[in-house]
């Protein structure tokens, strides 16, 4: 039933969304459909990259999520960015939610749906949402995700192409206080008609994650990465890191 009527609401939805250049963010991390009711979290995200040539970009984050439910967290945020050869200001407030399709572990992929909403300091901008689908499986230590975004303006008073976004992740899960694997992150340009591959971003790298308890109920869980830009479209470097304190 749950399912049921998350998949009525987004096909509701996707004729108004799928209408409207973007990048992905240098903090960017990767969603996972899992969600544990009563969670509470402190959420810290920075990250930096630079193309080649130019000055570094960096974008910081700080939130605060809640599991409302065994299949709904909520998670609001403030984000900070500072473009190349400018100082650094507020952004954007950003509220994100995460949807559990089913139990953990009950199908062979954990599927879920993401969606976020966010509305810029510069209101010509109107309000940025990001929509899709969030995958995950194991296999025994190693786990792997895969999401699909698509990203577009609304209520914007320029225009804006609605682009085709990925996240994905492998980890081997060697023990709960450090585990290892690797990132990608890349955006294929416009979701009905992609970019030549010379002007799509990807980036590729090594990560770390890990998580250790500073409470009977409490613990801080974080993951970092270093990416590297796999076409001349993509930054040269990145680097990201994150932080959550859980209780």
């Known amino acids: 039933m749950r399912t049921a009527k998350l998949a009525g609401a987004l096909a509701a939805l996707c004729p108004v969304l799928l209408s409207t250049a973007l990048h992905a963010e240098p903090n960017d991390y990767v969603h996972t459909p899992i969600v544990e009711e009563g969670e509470k979290e402190i959420d810290f995200k920075w990250g930096t990259e630079r193309h080649r040539h130019e000055p570094s970009a960096n974008a910081t984050s700080i939130g605060f999520g809640y599991g409302a439910t065994s299949w709904w967290f909520t998670e609001l945020y403030a ?83 609605t682009e085709l976004k990925y996240q994905a992740q492998l980890k081997y899960r060697a023990s709960e206080l450090l585990e290892w694997g690797a990132q990608a992150f890349g955006d294929l340009g416009r979701w009905d008609r992609w970019s030549s591959s010379s002007q799509q971003e990807h980036k590729i790298g090594p990560a770390l994650f890990g998580r250790f308890k500073v409470g009977a109920a409490q613990a801080i869980r974080w993951n970092a990465a270093l990416l590297f830009g796999a076409t001349s479209a993509s930054p040269s470097t990145s680097m990201r890191v994150q932080a959550e304190y859980e209780f």
């Open 79 to 161: 984000k900070w960015r500072r473009d190349p050869g400018e100082g650094s200001g507020f952004d954007a407030w950003e509220w994100e939610n995460q949807f559990q399709l089913a139990p953990t572990g009950k199908y062979p992929v954990d599927l879920g749906v993401f969606l976020e909403i966010e509305r810029p300091k510069d209101r010509s901008e109107g309000y940025e949402l990001t929509y899709g689908p969030l995958f995950q499986s194991e296999w025994g230590r190693i786990q792997g995700n895969f999401n699909v975004m698509w990203q577009r303006h609304v209520r914007a008073t320029e225009s804006f192409d």
